[in-house]
């Protein structure tokens, strides 16, 4: 079974950036797409981004459109989510989650998780 492992969450102020890794382990990363969520507390998981096994295609939340970019180093077994211009709002717990084949963009359908990392961004 496939294993993932965040890293990279902090406390940073606003306008500042983190990048967030997810190191898997147990399977074949380069065959499954990858996606990352976060969560506020009393909110419901929601889509940050996603990348495709197969072609490297990205998606993106509206919300984090153009200061995120997820990519991933297939040798390192590793995904990135490289967070620039962040604001307060973007404060969450942020997961990795991975796939086999097609991205999605609903939480249910990623069967393996990470056990989350904390993204606070002060004003």
């Known amino acids: 079974q496939v294993q993932l492992v965040e890293s990279g969450g902090g406390l940073v102020q606003a306008g500042g950036s983190l990048r967030l890794s997810c190191t898997a382990s147990?399977?074949?990363?380069?065959?499954?797409?990858m996606g990352w969520f976060r969560q506020a507390p009393g909110k419901e998981r929601e889509f940050v981004a996603a990348?495709?096994?197969?072609?490297?295609?990205?998606y993106y939340g509206d919300s984090v459109k153009a200061r995120f970019t997820i990519s991933r180093d297939n040798a390192k077994n590793t995904g990135y989510l490289q967070m620039n211009s962040l604001k307060p709002e973007d404060t969450a717990v942020y997961f990795c989650a991975a796939k086999w084949g097609t991205t999605g963009y609903t939480a249910s359908t990623y069967p393996h998780w990470g056990q989350g990392t904390q993204v606070t961004v002060s004003s």
């Open positions: 147990g399977g074949t990363f380069s065959s499954y797409s």
């Open positions: 990348i495709k096994w197969n072609d490297g295609s990205r």
